[in-house]
């Protein structure tokens, strides 16, 4: 329902929420806010870190700006890393912020 009473069709409905997530999804972007970015359970991107504090097979510790991102699994890699986005391969099982 909107403010005059009627309901709301699918499309007005979704085109109202995705102004809303739009919106908010811009102003954490664009203040630096960590972005996770998750692939099944093999890949995982974080955009916006700081730095990676460690790394070995079963734990990489990745620093942002919210606190310190530990990925645990198998097999743990960095796939690719640049000064904005870093990814982490592997057999992902936890994922958690410190």
């Not at 909107?2 to 499309?11: C, D, I, P, Q």
């Not at 630096?32 to 097979?57: A, C, H, W």
């Amino acid at each position: 329902m909107n403010l005059l009473g009627r309901k709301l069709s699918n499309y007005e409905y979704f085109t109202s929420n995705a102004k809303k997530i739009s919106n908010e999804l811009f102003v954490d972007v664009s203040v630096n806010t960590p972005v996770i970015t998750i692939v099944g359970r093999n890949e995982l991107f974080v955009e916006n870190y700081s730095s990676v504090m460690s790394i070995d097979k079963e734990l990489v510790k990745i620093l942002t700006k919210k606190g310190v991102l530990i990925i645990k699994g198998n097999k743990l890699d960095i796939a690719y890393i640049d000064s904005d986005e870093v990814s982490v391969k592997g057999d992902i099982h936890e994922i958690q912020y410190d």
